[in-house]
Each structure stands twice: as structure tokens, then as C-alpha cells.
């Protein structure tokens, strides 16, 4: 596992320890019934305080993804559908797995470009750019285009890791589906020196649109990842 970090707008220690552990699961990192390491030695390999372990393991055992045996320890268990801020997201790294983080690099309320699909109601959008991150390594750049019907403005220091997260939170907007359509791209122009392609360079892309509960389209979005770091997962159930 790797160790989850604190960075303004991330999720609470505890649940990135949840969200790793479910991640894991997914990608058969860890697999129904393995016993954990003891709580103090997991905590150190994480390096959290063992207090702030044992409430992601309550959070786990909650969600019935963890049994806890009086004298024996604690035993990871694979259910069908678990609960995570992470369900629609769908990198993983090559070897599996991988927290995701994410940085913002810039929010803007602009018109909508005709390039985008029809979505919304609003003429105009939120175009939040961010890097991506899967497991502390770059792995991606996004451009997300949230119609503006929804709120006014958006602070770039409000944004959560998870923009599903903030939405349901801070927007009422609750994201019930998505449509991914894979293909190739271009790293875009605004793409960060430090990223592993250069701009221009041909890349996978992942379009999506999002509809929210009321079966508007409410956001249209696109990934580009560098494939020697991570790859797209969709598992069939």
C-alpha cells in the first residue's frame, strides 16, 4: 500500500486509508478473507498514528468490507458493491490499484465552447483543470465542464478530491451515471512541464458525460492519461 497524504481540500486521512483499501480489493491486490497486518505494524507501514487506523478499519467493518476476529485479527472481505467516492473512476495504476488525489491547476466560469456537446441548461460552464495523481505519481490532466446552471462561482480552495464529493455536498447534485468513450488524443497545451508526455503528444483521452439524479447531462469531461503509468479499468459485474 502506499501511504495516503494530507493536502488542503483531500479527503480525511481515514477515509483515503478506506478508500486505498477498497481500491486494493478491486484490483485483486488484496483478496476476500486476507488477514491484515497487526493494527500497529499496518499503521507504521502507513505512517499514521494507530487511533487514526483503527477508525478507518471501523469505517471498513461498517461497510462490510472487514471482519474483525477477537484474538485473530482483521480480515478484509470483497463485496459486490462497495461503497466509495471512487466508483466512477477508473484508473488504476499498471500494477494495480492506486489512491487517487488530484491537484486543481485553474477554475474559470466561461461560455461554452462549441466543441462540447450539448449538456445543461446554463450557455455557460465551470472548466476546472487538475492534475491528476494515482498513487502520488502524475498520471493524468483533466478538464471538467460543469454547467453553471448549478451555482454561481466555484473557490478553487473549496474543491474536494473527489468532484462527485463536493457536488453532493456543496451543490445538492448527485452524479447517478456516467459515459465514458475512450480514444486518442493530444496532450493539451496548458499541460504542466512536469508531466510525463510532452504537449501535443499523442495520448489516450477519455470523454465523459455525466447525467445528475434528474437525468439532466450536467457535466462533460476529458482525461488524458500516460499510459506507462496507468491504465483504464472497467470491471463487469
Not at 123 to 141: D, T
Not at 175 to 201: K, M, S
Not at 207 to 220: F, I, L, V
Request: hydrophobic share 40%; aromatic share 8%; charged share 25%.
Amino acid at each position: 500500500m502506499i501511504s495516503p497524504t494530507q493536502n488542503d481540500g483531500s479527503l480525511p486521512i481515514y477515509l483515503q486509508i478506506v478508500e486505498l483499501i477498497v481500491r486494493d480489493l478491486a484490483a485483486g491486490r488484496l483478496v476476500d478473507g486476507e488477514k491484515l497486518a497487526p493494527e500497529r505494524k499496518l499503521a507504521a507501514e502507513l505512517n499514521v498514528a494507530v487511533g487514526t487506523l483503527r477508525k478507518a478499519l471501523t469505517e471498513l467493518e461498517e461497510r462490510g468490507l472487514l471482519e474483525r476476529r477477537q484474538g485473530s485479527g482483521n480480515y478484509v472481505r470483497a463485496i459486490a458493491d462497495p461503497a466509495s467516492v471512487y466508483t466512477m473512476f477508473r484508473l488504476e495504476l499498471i500494477e494495480g490499484g492506486g489512491l487517487p488525489t488530484a491537484k486543481v491547476i485553474s477554475v474559470d466560469r466561461l461560455p461554452k465552447p462549441d466543441f462540447l456537446p450539448e449538456f445543461g441548461a446554463s450557455a455557460e460552464a465551470h472548466r476546472i483543470r487538475r492534475r491528476r495523481l494515482v498513487g502520488n505519481r502524475f498520471a493524468a490532466l483533466e478538464e471538467i465542464w460543469l454547467d453553471a446552471g448549478y451555482c454561481e462561482t466555484i473557490a478553487l480552495q473549496d474543491l474536494s478530491e473527489s468532484l462527485y464529493l463536493y457536488y453532493r455536498t456543496r451543490l445538492n447534485l448527485w452524479i447517478t451515471r456516467a459515459e465514458d468513450r475512450l480514444g486518442l488524443g493530444a496532450v493539451p497545451d496548458w499541460a504542466p512541464e512536469d508531466f510525463g508526455l510532452a504537449r501535443g503528444a499523442a495520448v489516450p483521452e477519455v470523454e465523459r458525460m455525466s447525467t445528475a439524479q434528474d437525468g439532466m447531462k450536467a457535466e462533460y469531461s476529458y482525461t488524458w492519461f500516460d499510459p506507462a503509468v496507468v491504465r483504464y479499468v472497467a470491471r463487469l459485474k
